[in-house]
């Protein structure tokens, strides 16, 4: 609102200084906004929160196993189904396509294995039952963090992760 009050301003002839002409200039381009840039860091700190309860599973010297560490995996291939997802399909606005259904079931199937995991190890008794709790606990973390990231920069309007 402000930025316009400026433009009109300096379109009479009344002249804006040379800060706001900048703050004009940065908003043209695009500069990020707080807002992004708040749940970015919100976001980050979600994440550290939930890799603590991953290492803390593993590296606590009462627990001291490391197969925990295999959720990771998990991690980084659960986003990968839904960019196949929006790059193959056509950008239609129908509600539901095949490709993003088929790409839904594979990210559940992703995440159910990620909390299955720890359990499997837990009752074959290769991690005791305490990290099996703080590894799930960063499951949830972590996944909802996951499921955050692509609420706030997924949806494609002004300000979207594509920027950083």
Request: aromatic residues 16%.
């Amino acid at each position: 609102m402000q930025i316009l009050w400026w433009r009109s301003r300096g379109a009479r002839g009344g002249g804006a200084s040379a800060r706001q002409a900048e703050v004009a200039r940065r908003h043209q381009l695009g500069a990020p906004n707080m807002a992004g840039i708040k749940a970015l860091v919100a976001l980050s700190f979600s994440g550290a929160i939930g890799l603590t309860f991953l290492m803390l599973g593993c590296a606590l010297e009462y627990y001291g196993v490391y197969w925990p560490l295999f959720v990771l995996i998990f991690y980084f291939i659960c986003p990968i189904p839904h960019f196949i997802a929006k790059r193959v399909s056509d950008d239609s606005d129908a509600a539901s396509s095949a490709c993003r259904e088929l790409a839904y079931f594979f990210t559940t199937g992703i995440v159910v294995s990620a909390f299955g995991l720890p359990i499997i190890l837990a009752r074959v008794e290769a991690i005791k039952w305490g990290a099996c709790g703080l590894v799930l606990a960063g499951n949830a973390v972590i996944f909802l963090t996951i499921l955050g990231f692509f609420l706030v920069f997924g949806r494609g309007d002004d300000f979207s992760w594509e920027q950083w």
